[in-house]
T-cell receptor, first 117, second 111 residues
């Protein structure tokens, strides 16, 4: 199946700093990428949908100015957590679909664990 | 997007067949049913997908009745490494529609 890679897998930062997480589709062109957040023992919560070359669509309750999403190319989307606080500590997961990937099957990255001190 | 309901948790001994049922009463005509597996601190991994009747691959079978209001994931002869959370999702086939995750079923396989 298609491969989606996230980086970094783990990041620890101080409160107030910004952190960028990258999501790459390695062997297909991802026209659409989705960002999820998962707290311990909970399910994945959809944060936003990003389409290449356009602004992301955020789910209700997700602050677009805090979670900046950029999908400037067909193989890369980034999520920047701005002015991170301890409550932003979570497991962030991206998924991608698009040309060259089997439709109907979303491919997920390995996830990025953010810890804000 | 159709909402799904699954048992919160299940326990099984190694070597047994495990069946996890998911209810999706409001499934739409163009919705597919997809199951994912997630291990701790990893992204979900695709297991199987179907539209109706029965689908089988090398790791699981998916049974879907005619009314499509439910589906059953069948894992033959589970092992300890099958301990994970299993999510049932319904959605369009286009791939451009986000998948909305329910609470999933936490399967614990014991020796």
């Amino acid at each position: 199946g298609a491969v989606v890679s996230q980086h970094p897998s783990r990041v620890i930062c101080k409160s107030g700093t910004s952190v960028k997480i990258e999501c790459r589709s390695l062997d297909f062109q991802a026209t659409t990428m989705f960002w999820y957040r998962q707290f311990p023992k909970q399910s994945l919560m959809l944060m936003a949908t990003s389409n290449e070359g356009s602004k992301a669509t955020y789910e209700q309750g997700v602050e677009k100015d805090k979670f900046l999403i950029n999908h400037a190319s067909l193989t890369l989307s980034t999520l920047t957590v701005t002015s991170a606080h301890p409550e932003d500590s979570s497991f962030y997961i991206c998924s991608a679909s698009g040309q060259g990937a089997d439709t109907g099957e979303l491919f997920f990255g390995e996830g990025s664990r953010l810890t804000v001190l | 997007l159709a909402k799904t309901t699954q048992p919160i948790s299940m326990d099984s001994y190694e070597g047994q067949e495990v069946n996890i049922t998911c209810s999706h009463n409001n499934i739409a005509t163009n919705d597919y049913i997809t199951w994912y597996q997630q291990f701790p601190s990893q992204g979900p991994r695709f297991i199987i997908q179907g539209y109706k009747t029965k689908v089988t691959n090398e790791v699981a079978s998916l049974f879907i009745p005619a009314d499509r209001k439910s589906s059953t994931l069948s894992l033959p002869r589970v092992s300890l490494s099958d301990t994970a959370v299993y999510y049932c999702l319904v959605g369009g086939f286009s791939g451009n529609t986000p998948l909305v995750f329910g609470k999933g079923t936490r399967l614990s396989v014991i020796a």
